[in-house]
């Protein structure tokens, strides 16, 4: 049903001539703000304020009628862009209350820059020979016993894996010697046996842990899972051929007991709150299995190992360890490093060889879940200077390369997922993930998600409107109202000046959506935070800002993110857009890689035991760079040169503008 | 209350002056044996026929008192030597009707052999420097955790034990992970650490698998289980000092459903039968473990391991695989190497950082029992060429020494066990466990364990008749009793010809008790079967019987065996009697080697993989060899040199001895 995901159109603006590509079967508003093309939008994009209405002049624009136009207007080709869907090329004019023109040229402002996806290279892996699962598959066919070779079943399946492959210390775990006799039998002694190599070859034996009659050597399935505080997600690998087979993911059960990791040890502290904590993670796990083992048809005993990431909390309730002592300073896990247990032990629905490995952590802080993400990405074996980030309420940062890595942790507070900001909300339908300003009339494009009326601000739509204030100077680098604009949209609140984003009637609550200084203010503290951490950990080794060579994003928020925004903003250092990477969920794709290769399960080790954690806290530069990053994008212009640029031409302009008087 | 083990007294025969040595507490009659005194006693010693009685001149004998003697008799001196106690030196006569003099000097008869019992030898491991337990303890005092040092407190623990003690590639189970946070505080971070080596030093992690507040060093407790599949014994070893703390033993639960592995292994292939198998010997085991807990104030939290050792049969259904194939040709077990296990998952009640190790098997037919005992009691490491045999329904054979070791089981039926003789019984009260007999007047003298009336004959007691009846020429080397004897204890029977060992009135029974040739072919047929297992397994590898350097037996059998009959009907080769040990039971023996030393541990698998297991069946030397076995002692009077001259003289002697008329 959905159209081919690379079928594109011409759109063709009047009289300008100027031309952008939109996404077959995309609406017309999303395909020129991504086009960096503005058309006022108050509603989000639902259709009611019918502010974006456009000519179609040439071509034919799917829907984009509403009762906002008459009748002649649609005669005339008026359509709402919100509404409108492109299947064709076309040709379209944007009027003057729609979008002013400037030049010729209908007014434009900053494309969308998202981060390219990483995509997992399983053949890089084959190229640099480590695509070596962990548990693989070997058939034998074995000869039968007779009185003069009458050894036992497991010394001649052992044999018979030695004279074939070259097997060697070879361990029979109790399941598989348990239905052993039986299983030889089935099938003439023809098997299927499944291995399990231990993470350093040669140290450590090579655990039979499953036997099968005939041949399944095809059949090869992994688990990975992603516990995250707020949801858990999981997927189904082929490990033979690294294919995704199918994914899952719902709330972590724990969440009724609190969204935030602080809540959850804190009921892991009450008699038996822990048990309770570790109970409900896992039965969301159970849950997730079955889906994916249902959805695929695979049997659960075809499922040879499972590896899970997440952060320290997490883990240490996953497996009933107790955490109290990470909220509390000094800040100490229990353990970083977690043994290798068989998911049966922890109550996961498995076969009894199937062992569960998880993701080791730095610190209380930076969890499994970052770990996983940097040997996914592979930060480790790159040669580029990076920046692997996870922003959420707290940021995890690593910064380094195949020769060095430093991390660490810092609050950022919750206004990049939509908390402590006045119209603030998750990610979810009607939240303005999208918006740009009309840079004469300070009028906005907003864009929902899901094209419902608009709810109010996501954590990325909040760095998209907070960047395009400051580029067409409606706040300055202090986060303060330009008071003197031509626009009624800046006005006295509640809490100091703001701008209204949405009124009442064209958003779909009860008030007009705004963003106040207060607001402004908290996300200037949450991207100082993070980037001042970030200017630390590359100080504290004596590099700058301008060494980094890469960015890698991960978690949600990573996806989102506009780039030049984050970097208009000072969250993010500035570097080219095409040296951002994106991995998605970190702890998903390292957890792939881990059951792709044994490689990553030993490097892991190694890597995590050459990280240099830093507390910020106890870095006396912190304090002094958090300090200095409480502006946009900075105090030192200099970090940020392109930002640095823009802003100085906007304010020239801007000063030519006549005032209001 | 019982005397010292070694107090003893000297008895003198009048008018002989000949003297032996009795053990004080003892009865006259076993001292008299056990010197080769031969005294008729027809009850067993039970003080019933009256028949034992002997003056006493000098020193005053204990009890011995019965209404058999008249008060004139008495006064005289008259005491019956079986309930007669030894507790002064003493000067005794033998009339002639309870052991005629010969040449002056009372009826000599061949002095009891027994093995010496071959004692763990501690020391000898600590000199050989492998007394190195594979659990053991370390105290360490780490540093508080501080906002500069806020490392998990498993790195913490890991590097203390790394400073301290050079501990490297320590894994802390996820038991210890989860009370460690409590653990560590507990005590001001004073912690007792318990850890598991691997088998092989640097191949395989070091496991934490216990942590305690405090110091408790000197606290390592580990179990010892050799699982028959009559009997199930356990000890509790400190395997810090070596010592065996205690002993406990029960029937095996399983025995309800058969006296033999054939009839449980039949039992284990009905539907749940297995895991009702291995339920009931389990119970047992965890019965023996409460009541050595209970008896040593130990606590089960303080058990570190669990060596267990049994037969391959036993081994297979207490850990619940399946025997199927053992008791079918060609007899293949499942497997010959068992995982260490965590006790826990076999029902063992023991914590879960407990893990059990088994002794591997060879065969179907020489299990772990065996190859304990051949650890334990050193035979690998032994320059001697050793025999090592396990005598009982089933013989085990193992020859070898340091370079090479084979090995054999043979069938030699329940002859030593007391089975498929007339009047066999197991070794318990009541049964004829010695005897001898009067050279001139061919009357018995029994011996019964616990000295009651005679019930029947076990196994030694069968094994000590035979070659008293051959040494005296009662029978001649077929196994038939010569008729020509002046005495009507040698009768027909039902059975052919028979010797009257106790009569009705005399017994403890409704029936004469006697030993018929139908008896003594069993016992011909049982020897032959273990004697010609011996030579071709020494023939196999190019060596003769006059190789043999040294005997161990082991298994309650061995413990009671004379030596000298045993190789007067030639059931063991000819080899000076001090060149005999006894191991007791061996797979305790060896069970207790390997909670003491993780070399044996190392080195029996090495032992396993080049051990030889010959299928006598399958060797066609066997046969012949069994069949010329089929004399007393051999067809082959040249492997039995010593017995070959005492049957010789007493041939001559006897041809001289006027025949009845």
Redesign the interface.
């Known amino acids: 049903m959905t159209p081919p995901e690379d079928k594109r159109y011409r759109i063709t603006l009047h009289p300008s001539g100027h031309t952008f590509e939109a996404t077959a079967g995309e609406s017309l508003l999303k395909s020129a703000r991504e086009a960096g093309i503005h058309i006022n939008a108050s509603c989000g994009g639902s259709g009611v304020c019918g502010k974006c209405r456009v000519i179609v002049r040439q071509g034919e624009l799917g829907q984009g009628l509403s009762e906002k136009l008459t009748k002649d207007q649609i005669a005339a080709g008026f359509r709402q862009a919100c509404t409108g869907i492109v299947n064709s090329d076309l040709t379209i004019e944007i009027p003057t209350e729609a979008g002013k023109l400037i030049g010729g040229l209908s007014t434009q402002v900053p494309e969308i820059h998202r981060a390219r996806l990483k995509k997992d290279d399983i053949e890089e892996l084959r190229r640099e020979g480590i695509f070596q699962p962990p548990v693989i598959k070997l058939f034998v066919e074995l000869p039968r016993?007779?009185?003069?070779?009458?050894?036992?079943?497991?010394?001649r399946l052992i044999q018979g894996l030695h004279n074939q492959y070259d097997e060697r210390n070879l361990?029979?775990?109790?399941s598989g010697?348990?239905k052993?006799?039986?299983v030889l039998r089935e099938d003439d002694f023809r098997v299927t046996a499944t291995i399990a190599r231990p993470v350093r070859p040669g140290?450590?034996?090579n655990f039979l842990i499953n036997i099968q009659s005939g041949n399944w050597t095809n059949r090869c399935y992994g688990l990975v899972v992603d516990i995250g505080t707020t949801s858990i997600y999981a997927q189904l690998v082929n490990t033979d051929t690294g294919k995704i087979l199918a994914g899952a993911g719902d709330y972590n059960g724990q969440i009724s007991y609190g969204e935030d990791v602080i809540t959850r040890i804190i009921h892991a502290e009450t008699p038996s709150g822990l048990a309770r904590m570790a109970e409900l993670a896992v039965s969301t796990v159970n849950t997730l299995i079955h889906q994916l083992l249902a959805e695929t048809g695979i049997g659960p005993e075809e499922i040879t190992s499972i590896t899970l990431a997440g952060n320290t909390t997490m883990t240490h309730l996953f497996?009933?360890?107790?955490p109290?002592?990470i909220r509390r300073?000094?800040?100490?896990?229990?353990?970083?490093?977690?043994?290798p247990?068989r998911a049966n032990?922890l109550g996961i629905d498995l076969p009894p060889h199937c062992v569960a490995l998880f993701f080791p952590a730095i610190?209380?802080y930076v969890g499994g879940d970052i770990v996983a993400g940097v040997m996914g990405a592979g930060l480790y074996r790159t040669q580029a200077l990076t920046l692997y980030i996870d922003i959420g309420t707290n940021a995890e940062i690593v910064i380094g390369n195949r020769e060095w890595l430093v991390c660490a942790a810092c609050s950022a507070g919750p206004a990049f997922e939509g908390g402590g900001i006045t119209h603030g909300m998750r990610a979810a339908k009607g939240a303005i993930k999208d918006f740009s300003i009309n840079p004469e009339s300070f009028e906005p494009m907003n864009i929902t998600i899901d094209n419902q009326p608009a709810l109010g601000i996501c954590g990325s739509g909040l760095l998209i409107i907070v960047a395009a204030l400051l580029n067409h100077g409606v706040i300055d680098p202090n986060g303060k109202f330009n008071q003197n604009l031509p626009t009624t949209r800046i006005r006295q609140g509640r809490s100091g000046y703001e701008y209204v984003l949405a009124e009442e009637e064209e958003n779909g609550t009860d008030h007009d959506i705004v963003i106040n200084e207060v607001d402004i203010e908290n996300l200037i503290r949450a991207k100082a935070a993070i980037f001042a951490g970030v200017k630390t950990l590359v100080e504290e080794v004596g590099l700058t800002i301008g060494d980094l060579e890469q960015i890698i994003l991960a978690g949600a928020f990573g996806s989102y993110i506009d780039l030049d925004a984050a970097m208009t903003v000072g969250l993010l250092p500035e570097v080219p857009a095409e040296k951002v990477l994106y991995v998605g969920n970190g702890s998903l794709m390292g957890g792939r890689m881990s059951e792709l290769s044994n490689h990553i399960r030993r490097d892991v080790v190694e890597v995590v035991n050459r990280m240099t954690s830093f507390?910020l806290s106890?870095v006396t530069n912190f304090k002094d760079q958090y300090i200095a990053s409480l502006f946009l994008p900075h105090t030192d212009l200099e970090l940020f040169p392109q930002t640095a640029l823009r802003l100085n031409a906007w304010r020239t302009k801007t000063q030519t503008t006549p005032k209001k008087t």
Chains 1, 2 share one sequence.
Do not use: C, Q, W
């Open positions: 016993p007779s009185a003069v070779d009458n050894m036992a079943d497991a010394k361990v029979i775990s109790l010697l348990k052993l006799r039986r140290f450590g034996k497996m009933g360890l107790e109290h002592s300073a000094p800040y100490v896990p229990v353990t970083t490093f977690f043994p247990i032990d610190s209380s507390e106890e």
